[in-house]
Structures are given as structure tokens and as C-alpha cells.
């Protein structure tokens, strides 16, 4: 159980994170738009993380059916799956952080869009207790 609140916490902070941001940002306690001018800078920026948002989330969805992954997990299973079950979180969670930063410093739409994307793909992954146990008896 200890493992499924670190699971959690994981899941949780960086969703608070990125609220935090909003909330910074749109109450005007961090200045938005710092780059706003630099078109190039955005363009590489958009591209970036373009790329990285759709070859994150399919990767994250899919993580534990890969070869290697589940060779790693079936050898040493209670050490292993905490560790990729965490990876699978970040896999998502850093992408939308930077991802709602970006929107704030470029005010480009197109990263506030992959930001929600990333979201509603954490639901996909939610560490829920059942989740945890099915993914235990998986091997």
C-alpha cells in the first residue's frame, strides 16, 4: 500500500503543479508571454514537443507491453513495477507540465491543447488499487 500512495502522489503533484501555474500565471503573479515575439524559438518549441507528446503518450499507454519491460518486471516484480508503474506517470506528467508552461510563455494555443491531451491521458493510467492488482497478476 506504501507503493500506491507514492503512486498516487505521483499522479497528484503534478496535476496540482500545473494548477498552481495557472493560477500563478492568471492572477498575474508570474508575467505571461516572455517570449511572445521570438516566432522561430516558438516554432522549434511547438515542434519539440509535438514530437514529444505523440510518441510519450502512446509509449506510456503501452509501456508494460513491451518486451524488455515485461522481461525486467516478470524477473524481479516487487522491485521492478513500482519503478515502471512510476516512469509510465512521468512519461505523461512531464510532458504537460512543460507543456502548460510553454502555452504561458508563447500564449500559443497549441500547447495548451497537448497540456489537456496529457491530462485526460493520465486518466488512463490512474493508480487505482484494482489497477495496481491486475497489473500484479499480469505476470
Known sequence: MNHLRRLKLTFWAPIAICG???ACFE?????????????????????VMELVT??????????????????????NPSKQLPVWRSIRLCLLAVPMMVN?????????????????????TMAFIYPSAARCQAEENME
Open 20 to 22: 498552481a501555474m495557472v
Open 27 to 47: 492572477s498575474g503573479a508570474l508575467i505571461e508571454g516572455g517570449y511572445i515575439g521570438d516566432k522561430q524559438l516558438e516554432y522549434y518549441c511547438a515542434l
Open 54 to 75: 505523440i510518441v510519450l503518450i502512446p509509449l506510456a499507454l503501452r509501456l508494460f507491453r513491451l518486451k524488455w519491460v515485461d522481461k525486467a518486471i516478470r524477473k
Open 100 to 120: 502548460v508552461f510553454m502555452y504561458y510563455q508563447f500564449v500559443h494555443p497549441s500547447f495548451g491543447y497537448m497540456a489537456i491531451i496529457g491530462l485526460l
